[in-house]
């Protein structure tokens, strides 16, 4: 319900409160990092007023970007000078770069490279730079609100994830010839890397940020252990999260059509910091 839908109050709390007053929302300045797959969906649509209370103030990129971008295109320094909030959806680099000085300067930081935050140093130091406020989207899972919720009845025993891409999405710089020969002939799926999820994010940091968000919610990055596995026949990623602990067990899998311009990233993710966005600009009505 809108404050102006809201009916109005007795005149008696009119008298002692004084005039019935709009409740004071102010507008999130943001600064979107990275004008790919994520980031166009997501600028665009802030700046067709998707998400009331949130308006798009600058994107940074590497590239130079034509016109098509709705908003000025700035350097990170000017961007924070600009914005209360920077939404990042550029890369884990961006993260280990500028995420301190981004909440030192009082600015807010919504991550979608939450593989960075597998560096024990760099994850305390978010978790306790301020004044700006550190925030993960879900990303391209589902039922991190409940895992997070599970850990107020004691930790979890077992957490599973097995992360499924076409081959193409997981070639990485680090892998040997025999590697990439096993995965661009591949006829079935094949099993490219067991872990933990404080290894896999690095050693697939485009394609794998989703271990790291299930850790975030588990609170622990050695308790979930990580498959990933290329499939030549995977035209959907699929991400299957299994949990269980004495209080209960828990399954949740998705499936998801890649995006056609970077098929490492799932075609909801946009969606899914739209939506984070949409709860730190106080929508009402919002699954939190
Ligand atoms: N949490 C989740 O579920 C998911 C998280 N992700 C994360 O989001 C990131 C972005 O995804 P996506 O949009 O698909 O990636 P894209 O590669 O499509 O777009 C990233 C954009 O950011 C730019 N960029 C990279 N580094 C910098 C930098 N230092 N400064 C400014 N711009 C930069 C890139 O430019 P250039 O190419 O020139 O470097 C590119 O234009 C992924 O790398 C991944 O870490 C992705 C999918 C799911
Ligand atoms: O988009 C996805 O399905 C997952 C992904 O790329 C990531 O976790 O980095």
Request: hydrophobic share 45%; glycine share 10%.
């Amino acid at each position: 319900m809108t404050a102006t839908t809201r009916p109005a109050a007795p005149a008696a709390s009119r008298t002692c409160a004084g005039p019935p007053q709009a409740p004071s929302r102010t507008t999130r300045t943001v600064g979107l990092v990275g004008w790919g797959a994520i980031g166009r969906v997501v600028g665009r649509a802030l700046a067709e007023g998707a998400v009331p209370g949130a308006a798009l103030a600058c994107v940074v990129d590497n590239r130079v970007l034509g016109s098509d971008c709705p908003a000025p295109q700035l350097g990170f320094e000017d961007a924070l000078q600009r914005c209360d909030l920077i939404v990042e959806a550029a890369g884990q680099a961006v993260v280990r770069e500028w995420g301190e000085r981004v909440l030192r300067s009082g600015t807010d930081l919504l991550i979608a490279s939450t593989g960075a935050l597998t560096d024990a140093g760099l994850f305390v130091r978010l978790r306790d730079a301020g004044p700006g406020r550190v925030y993960f989207t879900g990303g391209a899972v589902g039922g991190l609100d409940l895992l997070q919720a599970v850990r107020g009845l004691g930790p979890l025993d077992e957490v599973r994830l097995t992360t499924t891409k076409l081959p193409s999405t997981l070639e990485q710089p680090w892998m040997d010839e025999r590697l990439l020969a096993r995965l661009r002939t591949a006829e079935a799926p094949v099993e490219v890397m067991t872990g933990t999820a404080r290894d896999v994010p690095a050693k697939f940091p485009r394609s794998t940020n989703v271990a790291a968000s299930v850790a975030l919610a588990v609170g622990d990055l050695d308790r979930v252990t990580v498959r990933v596995v290329a499939d030549p026949a995977a035209t959907r990623t699929r991400h299957l999260i299994e949990a269980s602990g004495s209080h209960g067990a828990y399954r949740f899998e998705v499936e998801h059509r890649p995006d056609p311009a970077n098929p490492a990233t799932s075609q909801v993710v946009p969606h899914a910091v739209l939506r984070s966005l949409a709860a730190l600009a106080g929508r009402t009505g919002q699954i939190l």
